[in-house]
T-cell receptor, first 110, second 112 residues
Framework: DAKTTQPTSMDCAEGRAANLPCNHSTISGNEYVYWYRQIHSQGPQYIIHGLKNNETNEMASLIITEDRKSSTLILPHATLRDTAVYYC???????????FGSGTKLNVKP | DAGITQSPRHKVTETGTPVTLRCHQTENHRYMYWYRQDPGHGLRLIHYSYGVKDTDKGEVSDGYSVSRSKTEDFLLTLESATSSQTSVYFCAIMSRENGEQYFGPGTRLTVT
């Protein structure tokens, strides 16, 4: 069961921040939020994950609302190579199945 | 790259024939997964394995079987291929520590 809702597609200008929203209103206390992306026909690539605190790594930042019902993935300076489908996934720590849903197609334009 | 390969990378087969896809890892991870990807559906989980000889069904397991006789190999078998199984198949392994999944390059299967 896909427990998340994402927009089908979004556009972003090159060099600007890309903010990708995800709604997970039924998330429970022990479920993590994961983000992956899939560039063209390659296998998906892990980006970041978090439980309730905001997280940042070399690829992106993850902002989770205080009630944990939604989150935003931020790519601070989008490049053309960031054009991809971005998947937001909710997963219980000890539950080892992942449900990807359809994701958001991010188009980064020059 | 996480040391995960899939074979074959491309295959065309006829309806009713058996097909086996292989996923091989060099990372010694316990968890391995098979997904299929079709236009408009994202990735859907077929089966996964949580150890040698330990497997479980995903959301689209009908028509597929799997086997895991050793840690490094996870096989997906279509006993009698149908046209509806034409798809791109991805294998993944998971790092138990943080739940990161690493994906293989995919196998494009066409059933005619």
């Amino acid at each position: 069961d896909a427990k998340t809702t994402q927009p089908t597609s979004m556009d972003c200008a090159e060099g600007r921040a890309a903010n990708l929203p995800c709604n997970h209103s039924t998330i429970s206390g022990n479920e993590y939020v994961y983000w992956y992306r899939q560039i063209h026909s390659q296998g998906p690539q892990y980006i970041i994950h978090g439980l309730k605190n905001n997280e940042t790594n070399e690829m992106a930042s993850l902002i989770i609302t205080e009630d944990r019902k939604s989150s935003t993935l931020i790519l601070p300076h989008a490049t053309l190579r960031d054009t991809a489908v971005y998947y937001c996934i909710v997963r219980e720590l000890n539950f080892n199945k992942f449900y990807f849903g359809s994701g958001t197609k991010l188009n980064v334009k020059p | 790259d996480a040391g995960i390969t899939q074979s074959p990378r491309h295959k065309v087969t006829e309806t009713g024939t058996p097909v086996t896809l292989r996923c091989h890892q060099t990372e010694n991870h316990r968890y391995m997964y098979w997904y299929r990807q079709d236009p408009g559906h994202g990735l859907r989980l077929i089966h996964y394995s949580y150890g040698v000889k330990d497997t479980d069904k995903g959301e689209v397991s009908d028509g597929y079987s799997v086997s895991r006789s050793k840690t490094e190999d996870f096989l997906l078998t279509l006993e009698s291929a149908t046209s509806s199984q034409t798809s791109v198949y991805f294998c993944a392994i998971m790092s138990r520590e943080n739940g990161e999944q690493y994906f293989g390059p995919g196998t494009r299967l066409t059933v005619t």
